[in-house]
């Protein structure tokens, strides 16, 4: 199938942009209103002290949102795209398309070591880029704030930096059961390395994380907590903020997932008490392959390196390296800078709207969507938590996940079917896959009701699912 050409999709309006560095300044990389082509000669450095976000957003509907995105004026199987997959990815604003575009063809250059223009130009955006992170997540300041390729290279790098130099045998690392393979598996290697401990937290029937068991289990062998601040394949939002300020009571650090939070609700870090905080931009709106990881001051100050090469170092020689102070200490070699760039873009994107009014929608369309799958013969929703953001996991009687999948894929509907990343979670439901249909804030009721239609239009087809395809 050929990839429709994005420029003719563009839509013809564009939500207003506000604050954000939209590095337009950089060699002519559009952050608002229409494209336009790079103007090498008007170009003008980004101005890092402009990284602050939307202090006046505009007025939220699904529909402003929309007209941004080119990918969902597309069609799949001759069908209108509905792209209901966000907790895998989400679909991007021409303004991020438009940016990374825009910076490879007129502003390409290396960060922090070049004496040239385009150098400094591509450094101030990427430092900018840092700074508006900071910012967005509630950091003290961007020196809190390191790139990574997403959440599971921060969640890495926190267990080979921070976890090697502090746990050893006896130390307990605590997990819910509730988390993603990323937040489970570099703490089992990393117990087997240095012969700690890691310690399930259990789940409540309707798929909350058990506070009275997660009490019980702290002790003053805890070293961390890793918890996810909403759960990829239940939805589940945990007391965050409670659990991390009981786990400090006995001197554990706290790291939080945020991959699944930061699109659909605001954080701040310093609010919840973090002492780290990571997440992924792919799902935030932005390019795939940058991430941010959040770390306390004073705990990022004892962090010692996890990679070498260039960028983290003050000087090198034979006898002797000395290091750059962090964050750079743990940014070895030459970073995802248009990474950085679209996730700048995409960050203006999504606070040029009120977050209130897109949390408030998402709440009231994940509702719409309970009751209008609850409605569908044989389809049984996983998970019951009250706080959650809209992840519609499910199974429907008689179907293979997979062919549920490709049913809805016929009809041009896109949900993800397998384990989600998340096998002990389902496995506490007595399941090994399920198919999950998971919302943002361009999707909409109409999607739903084609969603619901198209699943019962396979329980009509008399459960012949992949033989009965259209």
Same mark, same amino acid.
């Given at each position: 199938? %050929?990839?429709?050409?994005?420029?003719?999709?563009?839509?013809?309006?564009?939500?207003?942009?506000?604050?954000?560095?939209?590095?337009?300044?950089?060699?002519?990389?559009?952050?608002?209103? /229409?494209?336009?082509?790079?103007?090498?000669?008007? /170009?003008?450095?980004?101005?890092?002290?402009?990284?602050?976000?939307?202090? +006046?957003?505009?007025?939220?509907?699904?529909?402003?949102?929309?007209?941004?995105?080119?990918?969902?004026?597309?069609? *799949?199987?001759?069908?209108? !795209?509905?792209?209901?997959?966000?907790?895998?990815? %989400?679909?991007?604003?021409?303004?991020?398309?438009? /940016?990374?575009?825009?910076?490879?063809?007129?502003?390409?250059?290396?960060?922090?070591?070049?004496?040239?223009?385009? /150098?400094?130009?591509?450094?101030?955006? =990427?430092?900018?880029?840092?700074?508006?992170?900071?910012?967005?997540?509630?950091?003290?300041?961007?020196?809190?704030?390191?790139?990574?390729?997403?959440?599971?290279?921060?969640?890495?790098?926190?267990?080979?930096?921070?976890?090697? $130099?502090?746990?050893?045998?006896?130390?307990?690392?605590?997990?819910?059961? !509730?988390?993603?393979?990323?937040?489970?598996?570099?703490?089992?290697?990393?117990?087997?390395?240095?012969?700690?401990?890691? *310690?399930?937290?259990?789940?409540?029937?309707?798929? +909350?994380?058990?506070?009275?068991?997660?009490?019980?289990?702290?002790?003053?062998?805890?070293?961390?907590?890793?918890?996810?601040?909403?759960?990829?394949?239940?939805?589940?939002?945990?007391?965050?903020?409670?659990?991390?300020?009981? $786990?400090?009571?006995?001197?554990?650090?706290? @790291?939080?997932?945020?991959?699944?939070?930061?699109?659909?609700?605001?954080?701040?870090?310093?609010?919840?008490?973090?002492?780290? =905080?990571?997440?992924?931009?792919?799902?935030?709106?932005?390019?795939?392959?940058?991430?941010?990881?959040?770390?306390?001051?004073?705990?990022?100050?004892?962090?010692?390196?996890?990679?070498?090469?260039?960028?983290?170092?003050?000087?090198?020689?034979?006898?002797?390296?000395?290091?750059?102070?962090?964050?750079?200490?743990?940014?070895?070699?030459?970073?995802?800078?248009?990474?950085?760039?679209?996730?700048?873009?995409?960050?203006?994107?999504?606070?040029?709207?009120?977050?209130?009014?897109?949390?408030? =929608?998402?709440?009231?369309?994940?509702?719409?969507?309970?009751?209008?799958?609850?409605?569908?013969?044989?389809?049984?929703?996983?998970?019951?938590?009250?706080?959650?953001?809209?992840?519609?996991?499910?199974?429907?009687?008689?179907?293979?996940?997979?062919? *549920?999948?490709?049913? @809805?894929?016929?009809?041009?509907?896109?949900?993800?079917?397998?384990?989600?990343?998340?096998?002990?979670?389902?496995?506490?439901?007595? @399941?090994?896959?399920?198919?999950?249909?998971? @919302?943002?804030?361009?999707?909409?009721?109409?999607?739903?009701?084609?969603? *619901?239609?198209?699943?019962?239009?396979?329980?009509?087809?008399?459960?012949?699912?992949?033989?009965?395809?259209?």
């Amino acid at each position: 199938m %050929t990839i429709p050409d994005v420029t003719s999709l563009r839509a013809p309006t564009a939500v207003p942009q506000t604050a954000v560095p939209d590095a337009s300044g950089i060699a002519g990389i559009p952050g608002d209103a /229409a494209p336009r082509s790079p103007d090498l000669a008007t /170009a003008q450095p980004v101005d890092p002290a402009a990284a602050a976000l939307p202090r +006046q957003p505009v007025a939220f509907s699904p529909e402003s949102a929309r007209v941004d995105i080119p990918i969902l004026h597309r069609t *799949v199987n001759g069908h209108p !795209l509905v792209w209901l997959d966000n907790a895998a990815t %989400t679909q991007k604003p021409r303004q991020v398309i438009e /940016a990374l575009g825009a910076f490879y063809g007129a502003a390409n250059s290396n960060i922090h070591r070049g004496a040239h223009t385009m /150098a400094r130009e591509a450094t101030e955006a =990427y430092e900018a880029g840092r700074a508006a992170v900071a910012q967005f997540l509630g950091a003290e300041g961007p020196e809190s704030i390191v790139f990574v390729r997403g959440t599971t290279e921060a969640i890495n790098l926190v267990a080979q930096t921070w976890g090697r $130099a502090n746990l050893g045998p006896g130390d307990d690392i605590l997990v819910p059961v !509730l988390e993603h393979h990323s937040d489970i598996v570099p703490w089992q290697m990393l117990a087997k390395e240095t012969r700690a401990r890691l *310690v399930p937290v259990p789940l409540t029937p309707d798929g +909350q994380i058990d506070q009275d068991a997660y009490a019980d289990l702290l002790s003053s062998r805890t070293q961390l907590v890793a918890i996810s601040q909403a759960s990829n394949v239940l939805g589940t939002v945990p007391p965050v903020k409670e659990m991390t300020a009981l $786990a400090h009571r006995y001197g554990a650090k706290v @790291l939080v997932d945020g991959a699944q939070a930061v699109a659909h609700f605001p954080v701040d870090v310093q609010d919840l008490g973090a002492d780290f =905080y990571a997440f992924s931009g792919h799902k935030l709106f932005a390019p795939t392959g940058i991430g941010a990881l959040y770390a306390r001051p004073e705990v990022l100050q004892e962090m010692a390196p996890w990679q070498g090469g260039g960028n983290m170092i003050e000087s090198v020689s034979f006898a002797e390296t000395t290091f750059a102070p962090a964050p750079h200490l743990l940014e070895a070699g030459t970073g995802h800078i248009s990474g950085v760039i679209g996730l700048l873009a995409a960050l203006n994107w999504l606070t040029s709207f009120d977050r209130e009014a897109v949390t408030a =929608y998402e709440n009231g369309l994940m509702a719409y969507a309970q009751q209008a799958l609850g409605a569908v013969p044989g389809l049984e929703l996983i998970g019951a938590a009250p706080e959650r953001i809209a992840v519609l996991t499910f199974t429907l009687a008689g179907q293979d996940p997979a062919t *549920v999948a490709a049913w @809805l894929d016929q009809d041009g509907i896109a949900v993800r079917a397998g384990h989600h990343c998340a096998q002990p979670a389902l496995a506490h439901f007595g @399941l090994e896959e399920a198919a999950r249909a998971s @919302l943002a804030l361009y999707n909409t009721s109409e999607e739903v009701d084609q969603l *619901v239609a198209s699943l019962r239009r396979l329980q009509e087809s008399g459960g012949e699912g992949q033989q009965t395809m259209r």
